[in-house]
């Protein structure tokens, strides 16, 4: 396949993760001794920006931190990374965003404090997306607010640049924001959300729901549902299949849908490949990154995958 070295542009949260694993859930007042914790780079919008990157695409990125040492931290991590740092406006009002992924044997949940992402500002978005012309394909995520979200997807509309959407959170998610979408990438929480259900209980729940939702936004190119253990599914115009996800012993779970998006845009965006494609080789991406500790240090790169 031949590559065209095409842009992608990825807006979106740059957060700062307290990351903790715990043996088990702790009793109200207690205090817990936990097996594991670190301070990592992360947000949505900064770990798909890197899987792209790792991958080997072009990529640019927008966001917004404080001026603060953890707004500092992240633009060193984004420069260590390869990134351009002149997407990122720093905010000298608002905090940089935190995060408190908390993993146990039995459960993964994350606290989250958006800070700076939700003062990103249409004004500053308009003129990076601008600058950025060339690009082929738009990732965006619900952790900035939703008026730069429905700029650059109504940017990218007007530009021929495809839409990935994460709808995570899915609160944040208009529908406005749907309809402007090409492709939309929920999990099993924000699948039922979209949809008015409870959480499948198996593949064939999920399978409907997907399906459901594909079904009531025809503008859509793909649904493409993450499924944890059990892979992924995909609703499209090149036909709807299941793929099962290589079995692992999960060690955090943070960046795995990140990891996931960044694959198939690569895999959509620079490689041409068709939607399964992209699919296969984001169930691959999202599986290896959940065998990693920490969000940055989970997402693959391109020797990851192939020698995996």
């Given at each position: 396949?031949?590559?065209?070295?095409?842009?992608?542009?990825?807006?979106?949260?740059?957060?700062?993760d307290?990351?903790?694993?715990?043996?088990?859930?702790?009793?109200?007042?207690?205090?817990?001794v936990?097996?594991?914790?670190?301070l990592?780079?992360?947000?949505?919008?900064?770990?798909?920006a890197?899987g792209?990157r790792r991958?080997?695409?072009?990529v640019?990125?927008i966001?917004?931190?404080?001026?603060?040492?953890?707004?500092?931290?992240?633009?060193?991590?984004?420069?260590?990374?390869?990134?351009?740092?002149?997407?990122?406006?720093?905010?000298?009002?608002?905090?940089?965003?935190?995060?408190?992924?908390?993993?146990?044997?039995?459960?993964?949940?994350?606290?989250?404090?958006?800070?700076?992402?939700?003062?990103?500002?249409t004004?500053?978005?308009?003129?990076q997306?601008?600058?950025?012309?060339?690009?082929?394909?738009?990732?965006?995520?619900?952790?900035v607010?939703?008026?730069?979200n429905?700029?650059?997807?109504?940017?990218a509309?007007?530009h021929?640049?495809?839409?990935?959407?994460d709808?995570?959170?899915?609160?944040?998610i208009s529908?406005?924001?749907l309809?402007?979408?090409?492709?939309?990438?929920?999990?099993?929480?924000?699948?039922?959300?979209?949809?008015?259900?409870?959480?499948?209980?198996?593949?064939?729940?999920?399978?409907?729901?997907?399906?459901?939702?594909?079904?009531?936004?025809?503008?859509?190119?793909?649904?493409?549902?993450?499924?944890?253990?059990?892979?992924?599914?995909?609703?499209?115009?090149?036909?709807?299949?299941?793929?099962?996800?290589?079995?692992?012993?999960?060690?955090?779970?943070?960046?795995?849908?990140?990891a996931?998006?960044?694959?198939l845009?690569?895999?959509l965006?620079?490689?041409?490949?068709?939607?399964?494609?992209?699919?296969?080789?984001?169930?691959?991406?999202?599986?290896?990154?959940?065998?990693?500790?920490?969000?940055l240090?989970?997402?693959?790169?391109?020797?990851?995958?192939?020698?995996?």
């Amino acid at each position: 396949m031949t590559r065209s070295r095409a842009k992608i542009i990825v807006m979106g949260s740059l957060i700062v993760d307290f990351y903790v694993r715990v043996p088990r859930e702790p009793r109200d007042g207690e205090t817990l001794v936990v097996q594991d914790a670190g301070l990592y780079a992360g947000g949505k919008g900064l770990n798909q920006a890197v899987g792209v990157r790792r991958l080997g695409a072009k990529v640019y990125v927008i966001g917004r931190v404080g001026d603060d040492v953890f707004g500092k931290f992240l633009r060193a991590a984004i420069r260590r990374e390869g990134l351009p740092v002149d997407g990122i406006a720093v905010d000298d009002q608002v905090p940089t965003g935190t995060a408190l992924p908390i993993a146990g044997p039995d459960h993964h949940y994350i606290l989250h404090v958006p800070g700076a992402n939700q003062a990103l500002r249409t004004e500053e978005v308009s003129a990076q997306l601008e600058r950025q012309t060339d690009a082929k394909m738009i990732l965006l995520q619900g952790e900035v607010n939703r008026e730069v979200n429905l700029v650059a997807a109504l940017w990218a509309k007007e530009h021929g640049c495809m839409v990935v959407l994460d709808p995570a959170p899915t609160e944040a998610i208009s529908e406005d924001l749907l309809l402007l979408a090409d492709y939309v990438t929920p999990n099993l929480v924000e699948l039922a959300q979209l949809t008015g259900s409870d959480p499948a209980r198996n593949v064939s729940e999920a399978i409907f729901q997907t399906d459901g939702l594909f079904a009531r936004h025809s503008q859509l190119t793909a649904v493409m549902a993450t499924l944890g253990p059990w892979g992924a599914y995909v609703a499209s115009r090149q036909g709807h299949f299941h793929l099962e996800a290589r079995h692992v012993l999960a060690q955090d779970t943070t960046a795995a849908g990140d990891a996931f998006n960044a694959a198939l845009a690569v895999t959509l965006a620079e490689e041409g490949g068709t939607i399964r494609q992209a699919a296969e080789h984001g169930v691959l991406a999202g599986t290896y990154a959940c065998q990693i500790s920490g969000a940055l240090p989970s997402i693959p790169a391109r020797n990851d995958l192939a020698e995996w």
